[in-house]
């Protein structure tokens, strides 16, 4: 079945690091792709996503590009702030465009410090 | 704000008892999700509803049950609570323009 493997951390950053989460993924067909975060005491929101390959998503400075030839969706940030402190967690639907049903990594906590 | 809510937040139990967790949503959305989610594990899926009386299986759905008799509102039922089901429950919806799950706050259960 669909699966998603993620880096679980937990990583500690200090401020204006740069950061990468790696995300890989296996499934059937065109799967959507997605990095939700969630912080702390919080449900979790969706950070960015991206529908097929070779698309980009970004949000709050956060980018990461849908890789078939790789299947990977890896999440980066050039300068990360102790705001985003969180767990993330990289998630795909094997609906193309759509997430009906998700599929979760196990996330990945990071702390960044000032 | 897909306004979704959650009840209870927090709840503690004994084992061997029924527990009941509320999602409710105000906006008439057609699916709604129950996960949970433990360390080391992500999110699960437990169960989904994709409109009233629809109902199915997620990956880890054994000793939950669901129903859903009105578009607002799917209940997970605990029939009997075990310490394995000490989790956090996340109650999503769909939102159709996106294709997009929206989270609601969640619900700490803790069996003792």
């Known amino acids: 079945g669909d699966s998603v493997t993620q880096m679980e951390g937990p990583v500690t950053l200090s401020e204006e690091a740069f950061l990468t989460i790696n995300c890989t993924y296996t499934?059937?067909?065109?799967?959507?792709l997605f990095w939700y975060v969630q912080y702390p005491g919080e449900g979790l929101q969706l950070l960015l996503k991206?529908?097929?390959?070779?698309d980009k998503g970004s949000n709050k400075g956060f980018e990461a590009t849908y890789r078939k030839e790789t299947t990977s969706f890896h999440l980066e940030k050039g300068s990360v702030q102790v705001s985003d402190s969180a767990v993330y967690f990289c998630?795909?639907?094997?609906?193309?465009?759509?997430?009906?049903?998700?599929?979760f990594g196990k996330g990945m906590k990071l702390t960044v410090n000032p | 704000d897909a306004g979704i809510t959650q009840s209870p937040r927090h709840k503690v139990t004994e084992t061997g008892t029924p527990v009941t967790l509320r999602c409710h949503q105000t906006?008439?959305?057609?699916?709604m999700y129950w996960y949970r989610q433990d360390p080391g594990h992500g999110l699960r899926l437990i169960h989904y509803?994709?409109?009233?009386?629809?109902?199915d299986k997620g990956e880890v759905s054994d000793g939950y049950s669901v129903s859903r008799s009105k578009t607002e509102d799917f209940l997970l039922t605990l029939e009997s609570a075990t310490s394995s089901q000490t989790s956090v429950y996340f109650c999503?919806?769909?939102?159709?323009?996106?294709?997009?799950?929206?989270f609601g706050p969640g619900t700490r259960l803790t069996v003792t």
């Open positions: 998630a795909l639907s094997d609906q193309p465009g759509g997430s009906e049903k998700l599929v």
């Open positions: 499934a059937t067909g065109y799967p959507s």
């Open positions: 991206a529908t097929k390959a070779d």
């Open positions: 906006e008439n959305h057609r699916y």
């Open positions: 509803s994709y409109g009233v009386k629809d109902t």
């Open positions: 999503a919806i769909l939102w159709p323009p996106t294709g997009e799950q929206y």
